[in-house]
């Protein structure tokens, strides 16, 4: 026969399992469970503030004696398990806190990772295999077009320190694109044949409206195919998409 009790709060008949069993009194509680938890939960928010200086304060004060506890319970329990399924269950809450932990300590993961990209410097075997399975990764279209996106939305919001940073880069290398403009110009008469309408092509040039780029339909220098330097050869494009397209070829 199943042993009961009235709650002193609800009023209602339970059973002895829907009471907690105080050690301290060798005896059941006078309220149910579900009692006990309205009354505590209507207790921590009146007095949150107290309680939370309180548990500071004990845990401050007893900072031993809780790692070791929480050691223990995390070993017997398989604590790196339960870790991982919660995190699969929560994705986006464990990406906010994470954000904001490495925002706050941001000192402490630029010693992180030099420490550990030292430790793979050191070992030419691990460089390698870290660098054969990026490339695996990165030859993914999924991965391709997750950077590209990634890479956009970060452009988006940090346009100026691109700009920036470009602009020193040119002052810094003022030869280098130079020499990058000469060459080109070098490479697009050897690309331009005899039998090309020159007036034609400096009349598609003239006649570029503000924002556009005047585009080679099949790239001068691209990896299967080489076009020319022809009137038949050159369309309008935005600044945009001509520089999105590249070298590219599109048939």
């Known amino acids: 026969m199943q042993q009961t009790k009235n709650c002193s709060m609800c009023k209602k008949t339970k059973s002895l399992l829907e009471f907690w069993f105080r050690k301290d009194q060798n005896n059941y509680r006078a309220n149910c469970k579900e009692c006990c938890s309205k009354g ?6 009146k007095n949150k503030k107290k309680l939370l200086i309180w548990h500071k304060k004990y845990r401050l004060d007893n900072k031993d004696k809780i790692n070791k506890q929480q050691k ?16 699969s269950k929560n994705l986006l809450r464990e990406r906010k806190t994470a954000k904001k932990y490495r925002l706050n300590n941001p000192e402490k ?19 390698k295999e870290i660098n054969r399975k990026k490339k695996i990764q990165n030859s993914k279209l999924e991965r391709k077009i997750k950077q590209q996106k990634a890479f956009k939305k970060h ?6 320190y691109y ?11 003022k030869i280098y694109y130079h020499l990058k403009t000469i060459n080109r110009k070098k490479y697009i008469i050897q690309r331009t044949p005899k039998w090309a ?7 598609i040039y003239l006649k570029r409206k503000k924002g556009y780029h005047v585009d080679h339909i099949v790239p ?9 330097h022809v009137e038949n050869n050159l369309q309008y494009l935005t600044a945009k998409q001509n520089i999105s397209k590249g070298n590219k070829f599109f048939e």
């Open 40 to 45: 505590r939960k209507k207790y921590y928010k």
């Open 72 to 87: 223990k319970y995390y070993y017997e329990k398989d604590g790196a398990k339960q870790r991982r399924i919660w995190r």
């Open 109 to 127: 993961f630029t010693n992180y990772n030099k420490k550990r990209w030292q430790k793979i410097l050191n070992n030419p075997e691990l460089h």
């Open 155 to 160: 452009f988006k919001k940090n346009r100026e």
């Open 163 to 173: 700009k920036l940073k470009n602009k020193k880069h040119y002052n810094d290398n």
């Open 197 to 203: 309408n020159l007036e034609k092509i400096k009349q």
């Open 220 to 228: 001068l220098q691209a990896k299967n195919v080489s076009g020319l």
